[in-house]
């Protein structure tokens, strides 16, 4: 979890790692040549744009874990050689200092008790730091080896026959994509990444004007009707869809609205990707496999 920093040591480990991430940020160049957006880049690591932009400000950060260090470094294609000093600021530690196993030990756990139980007690402490240090190793020995460490995709489903569900309560990708297509048929709405009940009311109004069942819920049915062709040259929201599903896919993609030919590249790629005819166009069958990835 991220922690908001306080003592004088946090706040310049917290300054040191934003501006190291910052760097990484301004200096990454994506398909067509520019760096991502905030908006595209927090989606892509699953923090929301306020957190990301705190990640990122040596004047106001917010000190990232060690995990999303890692996610960024290989979404914005860092130096290999920063990736090691990242992680242990992101502990709470200088480059130049190895993590010892009291470092990473809680404050009230480092003060043996003396007495009775001495013995016993000094012995699980050294069970303790051992196997800390082990931990620290490995993890050492994957930086050094593997150098970076790859977002995790979600897996492929080649050929997909079968539309999600996506109804109220939910919070993911496949709710911008319903929100995105529903404005670009003309329905006003906020496109939040909430099924909440003002989308769930632009649904079933959207079905009654097509005769399907108004239940509020984008399935089998619902979905064919919803989804829109798009193509190289079309602007508007089924394209932002098509763009944040890319990143959802692994593919990245900054999410701008409009189909460029770097988009193209990208959906050519995925379609390739899930067995499917690279066109570069999004028809239903790829949208299918898009919403299905």
Same mark, same amino acid.
């Given at each position: ?46 923090? #929301?744009?306020? +957190? ?5 400000? /040596? !004047? =106001? %950060? ?6 999303? &260090? *890692? ?73 050094? #080896?593997?150098? +970076? ?5 979600? /897996? !492929? =489903? %080649? ?6 569900? &996506? *109804? ?83 593919? /990245? ?41």
């Amino acid at each position: 979890m991220a922690e908001a920093l306080g003592d004088g040591t946090g706040d310049s480990l917290g300054r040191e790692l934003s501006s190291l991430l910052r760097a990484w940020w301004e200096n990454s160049v994506q398909a067509g040549g520019r760096k991502p957006t905030q908006e595209a880049l927090a989606r892509q690591i699953g923090v #929301t744009q306020a +957190t990301l932009s705190r990640y990122l400000s /040596p !004047a =106001h %950060p917010l000190m990232a874990p060690a995990d999303t &260090v *890692r996610v960024l470094h290989a979404a914005l294609g860092a130096p290999p050689e920063e990736l090691e000093k990242a992680v242990a600021l992101a502990c709470g530690v200088r480059s130049e200092q190895r993590p010892t196993a009291s470092a990473l030990m809680p404050a009230r756990k480092r003060r043996l008790p003396e007495g009775r139980g001495a013995r016993r007690n000094l012995a699980i402490a050294a069970m303790m730091a051992v196997a800390l240090i082990a931990v620290w190793s490995v993890g050492r020995t994957v930086l050094e #080896t593997g150098r +970076t460490v790859k977002p995790v995709a979600a /897996p !492929a =489903h %080649p050929n997909a026959t079968q539309w999600p569900l &996506v *109804r109220k309560g939910e919070t993911s990708s496949l709710t911008w994509t319903v929100q995105r297509l529903l404005k670009a048929h003309h329905h006003r709405l906020r496109t939040d990444g909430i099924f909440g009940s003002e989308t769930r009311a632009q649904v079933i109004a959207f079905q009654k004007k097509r005769g399907l069942q108004p239940d509020g819920k984008v399935g089998k049915d619902t979905w064919p009707m919803l989804v829109l062709p798009a193509s190289p040259g079309d602007t508007g929201p089924q394209v932002e869809a098509v763009q944040d599903l890319l990143h959802r896919a692994g593919q /990245p993609s900054d999410i701008t609205g409009v189909y460029t030919a770097a988009t193209q590249r990208m959906v050519r790629s995925f379609q390739r990707q899930q067995g499917l005819p690279d066109t570069g166009a999004v028809d239903e069958k790829t949208w299918l496999s898009l919403t299905s990835t």
